[in-house]
């Protein structure tokens, strides 16, 4: 039911006594004496956003009225229960405004989806060991997390090298995204591509004498020293350019809660010590930043990847993908796991999970003939649009509205999580129109689910080359970034290549090459 509607229209008394008896009966089930654990965790995030919204919504055309709800639910519930909703991060009813108490109720119900991921049974940790000849400590672990294969010791000048495709996503996202996919499984189909021939997304890592972290990024033209565990457990900021490669080693084990370390470790230094040296990190994204290609993700999966070969193990693909989704909500930028699937396995593929917390992925392989430039002589662009937006912004629109139980919302997203197998169908029967018409058919459900994803000026570019094309859509999350344009013919596609050429939208915007990568993630000693 709406909830927001039932406040409106009860009498104050009963709003108060109705918005009450929710929270003490969400407290009786959630609340520390009786931890609801697992996946049936998640209902306390539809609960709190629900409330939020609801007190959101009342206080936008009465603000009045809903603060003296607010006030007259905080006289009737227990100390305990206002102290457990303040444990929550969610402001007391009293002090704040109800649009802040409404924002922290639904900062919660976000703050306890990554939670539950987080927490949620997933792969053993053990101590980080340097596998570098010649350190302070060189023996491989005595136990190693299972799906994990001990690889050999490195030289002391050997350096990892990680490199990764871009994902191209070609329709089903959303359904990945957790809740949703968490309670009832997701399916999407999307493409590993290089850009300009080359895998865009890189780590290189090595073992230093010193004891400390250098992180170095190549694209932003920055870099960090960091000597303590608080510098670097401090990256829960989604636009910090160094919070993605913290947030990786933390969840190596750099940190007090995710290694094994002995007793007596207490500070960075003695971490390093016993891994046995520094490390230092430089990563590269050869792409525009807000790209819609999964760059994060996938920058994440190199990351872990590259970190974890340094400490002589490598991963297996279902548990690289799910420390993915960890980091993701560590992060506070939540995502689901097609991107990081999307560049770790190449070529094109249909990726389908069933619900849990723990996704365990399915693939099936896709002919790539209809989206491939070198077999479809050119008739699929590539093109940056050169505007970008954070997904985060659009992602909590997205899910919040799943949380609040929108109904057009949930079925917006079960014709997402159905339409992969069409598509897959159209590619395997390498149909180059119905491939094309079906692009279009997945742009129009992200905009249904979110109208915000597309803009004047994105809509500006596709009018301006509709007569040519057969489909298009921006990548990603939207509002930006790439867009993937299908044209009527190889003549329609040049058309479209000078039209966009000659009056782009702005500065940044241009064509990018690309190709189908035949490798994916890969992870090599030079």
């Known amino acids: 039911f709406d909830l927001f509607h039932v406040l409106r229209h009860l009498c104050p008394e009963k709003s108060a006594a109705l918005l009450a008896d929710i929270i003490k009966e969400t407290y009786r089930q959630f609340g520390k004496k009786t931890r609801t654990a697992g996946i049936h965790r998640l209902e306390l995030s539809r609960i709190l956003h629900t409330l939020g919204t609801a007190v959101m919504k009342l206080g936008r055309i009465d603000e009045s009225r809903a603060k003296k709800l607010v006030w007259a639910v905080d006289g009737i519930l227990s100390p305990a229960e206002r102290s457990w909703l303040e444990s929550l991060n969610i402001p007391p009813l009293s002090a704040k405004t109800p649009s802040s108490w409404a924002r922290g109720a639904q900062d919660a119900a976000f703050e306890n989806v990554g939670r539950t991921i987080v927490s949620s049974t997933g792969p053993a940790q053990v101590q980080p060991k340097s596998q570098v000849r010649g350190g302070i400590q060189l023996a491989f672990p005595r136990s190693k997390p299972r799906g994990t294969i001990v690889a050999r010791q490195l030289r002391s000048d050997e350096i990892i090298w990680g490199h990764a495709p871009a994902r191209l996503d070609l329709g089903g996202g959303w359904s990945d995204t957790p809740p949703y996919s968490l309670e009832h499984g997701g399916c999407v189909i999307n493409a590993a591509v290089n850009l300009n021939s080359q895998p865009p997304i890189q780590v290189y890592v090595r073992v230093t004498e010193e004891l400390k972290i250098g992180i170095y990024s190549i694209d932003h033209g920055a870099k960090i020293t960091i000597r303590t565990l608080d510098e670097l457990l401090n990256y829960r900021k989604p636009a910090s350019k160094f919070g993605l490669a913290k947030a990786a080693l933390a969840l190596s084990g750099f940190s007090l809660k995710a290694g094994a370390w002995p007793r007596g470790t207490r500070t960075l230094r003695d971490m390093l010590r016993r891994f046995g040296g520094g490390i230092e990190l430089t990563t590269l994204a050869a792409i525009p930043s807000g790209s819609g290609l999964g760059t994060s993700s996938i920058m994440g999966a190199v990351l872990m990847a590259a970190i974890q070969r340094l400490m002589g193990r490598t991963l297996s693909p279902r548990e690289l993908f799910y420390r993915v989704l960890q980091l993701e909500q560590e992060l506070t930028t939540g995502g689901g796991w097609q991107d990081q699937i999307g560049g770790v396995l190449p070529g094109v593929k249909m990726i389908t999970t069933e619900p849990g917390l723990i996704p365990d992925p399915r693939i099936h392989y896709i002919p790539p003939d209809v989206l491939d430039p070198d077999a479809n002589k050119g008739q699929t662009l590539l093109y940056y649009t050169g505007l970008r937006r954070l997904a985060k912004n659009i992602l909590r629109h997205v899910v919040g509205n799943y949380l609040d139980g929108n109904r057009r919302a949930i079925e917006t997203l079960k014709a997402l999580r159905a339409f992969p197998p069409v598509m897959s169908e159209a590619m395997a029967g390498k149909d180059m129109k119905k491939f094309g018409e079906l ?50 013919s190889p003549g329609d596609a040049e058309k479209v290549r000078s039209i966009l050429t000659a009056d782009p939208p702005n500065t940044q915007a241009r064509f990018f090459a690309y190709d189908i990568s035949k490798k994916g993630l890969s992870v090599t000693v030079c």
């Not at 994105?458 to 790439?482: D, H, M, Q, S, V």
């Open 439 to 488: 692009i279009d058919t997945a742009w129009n459900l992200n905009k249904q689910i979110d109208p915000d994803s597309t803009t004047e000026v994105i809509e500006g570019i596709l009018a301006k080359i509709k007569p040519f094309i057969y489909g298009a859509k921006l990548l990603g999350a939207g509002g930006g970034g790439f867009l993937l344009i299908v044209a009527k």
